[in-house]
């Protein structure tokens, strides 16, 4: 089971978010993806291993942790920011999903 | 840059079988040595994985759903199918295929999906 802190989160432009996500079981060798879904899109991958930004994601995201506890770092964030974000272990199967953090701006 | 696409019935009655497809082009899903999965997003139960299969028809499925799903491959035509029976409301969702994005894993990140397709399971 994934856990993500906060659900919901508004904030300001030029603001750093950092976006906490929890599995119930060690996730082997950090295998976790963080997914950006804005408004009516798909999934859009931002980070895989835990830390590997995925092609074209700005340096402004970032992505830390191992074992239960994995981060993820948005900073100066932008308009285009809005949408949720949701984790992914894929190390244990079945492949498991977060229920998101929504970030909005205030 | 693979491209994805979904496709199949909007409404399915209850009891009845869905049936999806998603038509890849920008890679080959018989020589680019990759799984390829199905996902779905509903309100009630957020994102789901709900399987992935490979050209050679090899898969991997959701345990909770394991006995009313199956997956083919055509790789004449590049695309790759769903079949979940006995559907319920419960089935009602927005479907989406991937790409994993490791060669020859399921434990893998997915790089590239469809747009998604909604499907309401309703009589």
């Known amino acids: 089971v994934l856990t993500q802190s906060p659900g919901n989160l508004s904030l300001s432009p030029g603001d750093t978010v950092n976006l906490s996500c929890r599995t119930s079981q060690s996730v082997s060798s950090n295998y976790v993806a963080w997914y950006q879904q804005k408004h009516g899109q798909a999934p859009r991958l931002v980070i895989s291993g835990a830390s590997t930004r995925a092609a074209g994601i700005p340096e402004r995201f970032s992505g830390s942790g191992s074992g239960t506890d994995f981060t993820l770092t948005i900073s100066r964030l932008e308009p285009d920011d809005v949408a949720v974000y949701y984790c992914?272990?894929?190390?244990?199967?079945?492949?498991?999903f977060g229920p998101g953090t929504k970030l909005d701006f205030k | 840059q693979p491209q994805l696409q979904e496709s199949g019935p909007a409404l399915v009655k209850p009891s009845e079988t869905l049936s999806l497809t998603c038509t890849v082009s920008?890679?080959?899903?018989?020589?680019?040595?990759?799984?390829w999965g199905w996902i779905r997003q509903s309100p009630g139960k957020g994102l789901e994985w709900i399987g992935s299969?490979?050209?050679?028809?090899?898969?991997f499925h959701n345990p909770s759903l394991k006995s009313r799903l199956s997956f083919s491959v055509d790789t004449s035509k590049n695309l790759f199918s769903l079949s979940l029976t006995s559907v319920t409301a419960a089935d009602t969702a927005v479907y989406y295929c991937a790409r994993h994005a490791r060669p020859l894993t399921t434990v893998s990140e997915l790089d590239f999906w469809g747009p998604g397709t909604p499907v309401t399971v309703s009589s």
């Open positions: 299969v490979y050209s050679t028809g090899n898969s």
């Open positions: 992914h272990q894929y190390g244990n199967s079945p492949y498991t």
């Open positions: 920008g890679d080959s899903i018989s020589t680019s040595r990759r799984y």
